[in-house]
C-alpha cells in the first residue's frame, strides 16, 4: 500500500506483526519547549526503505501554568 494508518499507544510494547508506534511525553522543561517522542515500528514483512511520517488530528490537553512577571 501507498499509505497505512498506525494504530498509536502511550505505552506498551510494539507490535512484532504490523505497524504500530508508541508515544512518550518528555519530561517537562518550563523554561523550553515540550517533547514528544514516537517510536514507530514496522513488520518484518515491510520492504526496507524511507519513509515518510506525516501526523494528524494530533489532539494534546493544553497545560495552563501560571504568568510570571517580567522583571526589568
Known amino acids: 500500500p501507498l499509505s497505512v494508518e498506525v494504530p498509536v499507544s502511550m505505552s506498551g510494547q510494539p507490535s512484532l506483526t504490523k505497524w504500530s508506534a508508541i508515544l512518550e511525553r518528555g519530561v517537562s522543561n518550563p523554561t523550553g519547549p515540550r517533547a ?3 517510536s514507530l515500528s514496522s513488520p518484518a514483512s515491510a520492504s ?6 506525516q501526523l ?4 494534546v490537553r493544553p497545560v495552563h501554568a501560571p504568568l510570571q512577571p517580567l522583571v526589568p
Do not use: E, Q, W
Request: cysteine-free; glycine content about 8%; hydrophobic content about 45%.
Open 36 to 38: 514528544l517522542s514516537v
Open 48 to 53: 526496507v526503505g524511507v519513509y515518510t511520517l
Open 56 to 59: 494528524r488530528n494530533i489532539s
